[in-house]
């Protein structure tokens, strides 16, 4: 890994192992890019790259040279209204109403490993030689700001972080229209997109196509990330499978309002962009003061989306997730919230962990319902202080207490962006709600969202949390958030800052994170909104594991951690096994089978134990013994999807340890065909000229014949997948 600087050709070459990204200075200080591929050696000018050709209609840079026009020319960090008429990366207005400027190329830096960005979630490196960076300050004399692009490339991981600083060193106040995190273009646009949508449920289902002539892209407007498009897109080309082609990703670390763009032109370049969502931002950039992008990752792989994914999964688990969770094994955990409700008695909840705990459970987690009053979801939100000791005579200290007596943790559910209109937090505090001056305020879940750009409301909602976490034996907190923002206004805030509204209350959910985490470090944070719709990379810097979906149906469940794992890691993804019928579905599906799902996940339960016969609390005890004594591989293995259920009647995926002597393989048979020819299910990632057992079976298989033909699946005595939602686990251990 290095950043080049080559002062003749005035080229930056950044490199690893696996990619090149070579930029260029123009001659009138405009920053283009060169190439982004590969690895290739280094040579002292590669600008031969550059399309020169003259371009009618086109607008040139410089203007009195008819060599680089604005049309075909790949550029940095581009503008819009000087000649460019591709979507810009960010927009400037000034006090006399212009929104044109002119950044040219002023200054650069490169130094060894990664500064972290103020007050906002982004991958870091522990020792300096893990990455390089480099910072190029491009600056508009005119206005006398600054924007500085900086890229960091990583020495173990094929993938790069930029972000963008603005800087406003002039006298007058300016505003930020726009202003993304990042920018590429690329060279040609024979790519198809993937993008991961959904919806409360049916989270991060795989949405894929060729991208075409024009403008295409998803965003979000609900104020967080969302589950209808999650902050990630990734270009591939055509002939890219699991395994093997050329695949660009794009994530970008904000757990806000985002933009993933891609723009071809009609000479089939491809512009990509990613950052804050333009609509409804506008950032108040006063004179001498700054504002700092979210952090876009772009990842590599020669090596199709498996290599992709895998990227992203090491990366995100081990430099973005901090904490003594990071590398933790996970608890297995029971969670109340499917089998209970709001409606439980302190006996039931007590009564759950016991058996829990008989069966192997290491955590019991209080879900919502535990405060004021709080029979049904009308009420209670924003009171986190006002147990319901009708509910719970010995208080959550008293019942935490009467559960880590048991031997196992306790954890409990908060929802602290949230107040319900019957709340004392609303009734003292009208105020601490978003809302528009004298406009209705429009409920979702019978709750209004509070104003967390207001840091005041930070600091209150702060101290009520502090107080039951260190009075209480608590050592996992759910945070849920079960609505979206609307009305987007702040009370707290003048006329000309409500455009940051959107933006400072995702600042404030991070700044109540980072000092909850800081207060408590051994706390376990898992994120959850609504199930999976706020499962971002930006989430993952505060809790290491998010709440992947409230549906828990193990079918259904294949899609949205299949989808899930595009780029967010096993250990990410809350997993539970959950009682049958499936309250959502409806469907019936094995208690094995539900559990070979969830395992691939941070493990836990969701039902109530109590009502479970022998023969299931049997398997309770087994399945809970096999992810204690394989957790650890499941999280931190390389994680290979085999068999894609968005076109198959079955699905597959494998975790192979990172030395290759082990790997933990499941197959599903969503719905079965009759008559059907035997099947084999090749497996990625073994090392192909090792032996193998499967299941500690007398029988060696070859890595390499595990890959080329398969384990078979349909006859011998193997396994035989005989009916609709049934599934098999394969051990693999290497011979030695
Ligand atoms: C939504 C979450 O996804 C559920 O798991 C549960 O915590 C409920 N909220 C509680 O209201």
């Not at 990664?114 to 007050?119: T, V």
């Not at 941070?602 to 039902?607: Q, S, V």
Request: with cysteine; hydrophobic share 35%.
């Amino acid at each position: 890994m290095n950043i080049l600087f080559n002062e003749n050709s005035k080229q930056f070459h950044l490199y690893n192992e696996k990619f090149s990204y070579i930029m260029k200075i123009l001659e009138d200080g405009e920053l283009v890019n060169l190439y982004f591929g590969s690895k290739i050696d280094d040579n002292e000018d590669f600008s031969y790259t550059i399309l020169t050709q003259s371009r009618a209609m086109a607008i040139y840079s410089p203007e009195n040279n008819h060599k680089y026009n604005f049309t075909t020319l790949n550029r940095e960090f581009p503008d819009y209204g000087t000649g460019d008429y591709r979507y810009s990366a960010f927009e400037i207005e000034q006090e006399n109403g212009s929104r044109i400027t002119c950044f040219k190329y002023l200054s650069h830096k490169i130094f060894a490993g990664k500064k972290p960005l103020e007050n906002l979630p982004a991958t870091y490196t522990e020792n300096d030689d893990e990455a390089m960076t480099l910072e190029v300050t491009l600056q508009d004399e005119l206005i006398n700001t600054q924007i500085i692009l900086s890229y960091t490339i990583f020495k173990d991981f094929s993938a790069l972080a930029k972000s963008v600083k603005f800087v406003n060193n002039s006298e007058e106040d300016l505003f930020l229209n726009k202003a993304l995190s990042m920018n590429i273009d690329l060279p040609d646009s024979d790519f198809d997109m993937m993008n991961l949508s959904g919806a409360w449920s049916r989270e991060r289902q795989i949405n894929e196509g060729k991208i075409r002539h024009g403008y295409q892209g998803i965003s979000s407007t609900q104020g967080t990330s969302s589950s209808e498009q999650n902050p990630f897109i990734s270009l591939r080309r055509p002939n890219c499978t699991e395994t093997s082609g050329e695949v660009y990703g794009f994530s970008l670390v904000y757990s806000g309002n985002h933009i993933e763009q891609v723009e071809v032109t009609p000479h089939g370049l491809a512009r990509v962009s990613v950052g804050i969502n333009p609509l409804f931002f506008k950032w108040h950039l006063c004179a001498g003061e700054s504002f700092q992008t979210p952090e876009a990752i772009v990842v590599y792989s020669e090596d199709g989306l498996n290599g992709m994914s895998q990227t992203f999964h090491k990366l995100f688990r081990t430099r973005l997730a901090r904490g003594p969770w990071r590398d933790k094994e996970r608890p297995i955990l029971l969670n109340n919230w499917e089998s209970t409700g709001m409606n439980f008695t302190e006996q039931q909840i007590v009564d759950m962990a016991i058996l829990g705990k008989d069966l192997g459970v290491e955590l019991f987690v209080l879900d919502d319902g535990w405060f004021g009053g709080r029979d049904d979801d009308k009420r209670g939100l924003g009171d986190w202080y006002v147990t319901d000791f009708n509910k719970l005579p010995s208080g959550i200290d008293g019942l935490a207490k009467k559960i880590t007596d048991l031997g196992i943790e306790f954890g409990l559910w908060f929802e602290p962006e949230m107040a319900n209109p019957d709340s004392d937090l609303y009734r003292n505090h009208p105020e601490f709600i978003i809302q528009a001056p004298n406009r209705k305020m429009s409920l979702g879940r019978n709750q209004l969202v509070i104003d967390f750009s207001n840091p005041k409301v930070v600091d209150y909602i702060y101290d009520m949390m502090y107080k039951i976490l260190s009075t209480s034996n608590i050592s996992y907190v759910k945070w849920d958030m079960n609505r979206y923002i609307s009305e987007c206004y702040s009370l707290n805030l003048p006329a000309d800052k409500q455009g940051e509204v959107f933006h400072r209350f995702v600042l404030g959910v991070y700044d109540l994170y980072e000092r909850l985490i800081t207060a408590f470090p051994e706390i376990l944070f898992e994120s959850c909104s609504s199930g999976g719709c706020r499962f971002d990379a930006g989430m993952l810097y505060y809790a290491p594991q998010a709440w992947t979906s409230d549906d828990t149906d193990a079918v259904e469940r294949l899609k949205i951690q299949y989808g899930t794992s595009m780029l967010y890691p096993v250990s990410s993804m809350g997993a539970h096994v959950s009682a049958t019928p499936n309250h959502l579905t409806k469907r019936e599906v094995s208690f094995k089978t539900r559990g070979d799902v969830a395992m691939f996940g941070a493990f836990g339960y969701e039902l109530d134990v109590t009502k479970l016969t022998d023969e299931e609390k049997a398997m309770v005890k087994e399945q809970i013994a096999f992810l204690k004594e394989n957790r650890k591989l499941l999280h931190q293995g390389d994680f290979y999807r085999l068999v894609n259920p968005f076109k198959n009647k079955d699905c597959a995926w494998a975790v192979v340890s990172e030395d290759k002597k082990e790997a933990i393989v499941a197959h599903y048979q969503i719905l079965m065909d009759a008559n059907s020819l035997n099947k084999f299910l090749k497996v990625e990632g073994l090392d192909e000229s090792q032996k193998y057992t499967i299941n500690s079976g007398e029988k060696l298989y070859s890595g390499k014949e595990l890959a080329k033909i398969g384990i078979p699946l349909t006859f011998n005595d193997t396994c035989t997948s005989d009916t609709d939602f049934t599934s098999h686990v394969f051990h693999i251990k290497a011979e030695f």
